[in-house]
């Protein structure tokens, strides 16, 4: 991946996700510390990157909830800004990555890339010889919407996909399932009605209220199996194939 200085075209409503969902990206990060490692207390002594950072928002949770430091990836100059005020060491581009990792994470990322292929084959160079790649993306294709369009998305992966595209760069599955079980009807509703990034479905508001009221039920339904069935989200855990 290239540094990039053009805007990141979500910005908005990536600031929106933030503020609205708050439940919902605690999980992302309690799904990638206790689906990685379940037997450590605290990740603390582990090399982290998230790839694709954007604000931080993540890392921020992960440091403060696991006392753990995560260095950050970003091509966005916008975004690289916001990392380094924060006080992350941020990178610009792949190649300026001297060093390899226990665990680097995205949220919501490869499917902002073209190649993500080509990514994946990066992000597994920089993976240390027991080190995990966790990825979160939006899930099924049929759910593609207006939303996916406004935010730059090139696609929505089925597990099949993302089985495929990690084996082929060298890398073994070693779980994959789906998240946010009532995600699914909502965003399949989303795209039935159409989004618009303020006031209506898919605006802050609605996130809000989605995050408060129904998000707890979607996790407890993801917990009791659901997860393997259907869900708005696929977070795969991979690592180096042996």
Same mark, same amino acid.
């Given at each position: 991946?290239?540094?990039?200085?053009?805007?990141?075209?979500?910005?908005?409503?990536?600031?929106?996700?933030?503020?609205?969902?708050? !439940?919902?990206?605690?999980?992302?990060?309690?799904?990638?510390?206790?689906?990685?490692?379940?037997?450590?207390?605290?990740?603390?002594?582990?090399?982290?990157?998230?790839?694709?950072?954007?604000?931080?928002?993540?890392?921020?949770?992960?440091?403060?909830?696991?006392?753990?430091?995560?260095?950050?990836?970003?091509?966005?100059?916008?975004?690289?800004?916001?990392?380094?005020?924060?006080?992350?060491?941020?990178?610009?581009?792949?190649?300026?990555?001297?060093?390899?990792?226990?665990?680097?994470?995205?949220?919501?990322?490869?499917?902002?890339?073209?190649?993500?292929?080509?990514?994946?084959?990066?992000?597994?160079?920089?993976?240390?010889?027991?080190?995990?790649?966790?990825?979160?993306?939006?899930?099924?294709?049929?759910?593609?919407?207006?939303?996916?369009?406004?935010?730059?998305?090139?696609?929505?992966?089925?597990?099949?996909?993302?089985?495929?595209?990690?084996?082929?760069?060298?890398?073994?599955?070693?779980?994959?399932?789906?998240?946010?079980?009532?995600?699914?009807?909502?965003?399949?509703?989303?795209?039935?009605?159409?989004?618009?990034?303020?006031?209506?479905?898919?605006?802050?508001?609605?996130? !809000?209220?989605?995050?408060?009221?129904?998000?707890?039920?979607?996790?407890?339904?993801?917990?009791?199996?659901?997860?393997?069935?259907?869900?708005?989200?696929?977070?795969?855990?991979?690592?180096?194939?042996?």
């Amino acid at each position: 991946m290239e540094n990039g200085s053009s805007p990141y075209s979500g910005i908005s409503e990536l600031a929106d996700a933030e503020q609205g969902l708050t !439940k919902y990206y605690s999980n992302i990060v309690e799904l990638i510390i206790a689906g990685t490692y379940p037997n450590r207390n605290s990740p603390s002594e582990l090399s982290i990157l998230e790839f694709g950072a954007g604000t931080g928002f993540l890392s921020e949770l992960l440091q403060d909830t696991h006392s753990c430091k995560v260095e950050c990836l970003e091509i966005d100059q916008t975004l690289i800004g916001i990392l380094i005020a924060k006080g992350f060491e941020t990178y610009s581009c792949m190649e300026s990555i001297q060093k390899k990792y226990d665990l680097v994470f995205s949220s919501n990322v490869l499917e902002h890339i073209e190649n993500d292929t080509e990514a994946i084959t990066q992000l597994r160079k920089i993976l240390k010889p027991n080190g995990k790649l966790v990825t979160y993306v939006p899930a099924f294709p049929l759910l593609f919407s207006d939303l996916d369009r406004a935010v730059g998305h090139f696609r929505r992966y089925t597990k099949k996909d993302l089985n495929e595209k990690m084996s082929s760069c060298g890398l073994e599955v070693e779980k994959i399932h789906y998240v946010d079980s009532l995600g699914f009807p909502a965003s399949l509703l989303l795209r039935m009605m159409g989004y618009r990034s303020r006031g209506n479905i898919g605006g802050l508001t609605s996130m !809000k209220i989605y995050d408060r009221y129904f998000f707890p039920l979607s996790r407890q339904l993801d917990r009791l199996g659901l997860k393997y069935l259907l869900g708005k989200n696929i977070i795969v855990y991979a690592s180096l194939r042996k």
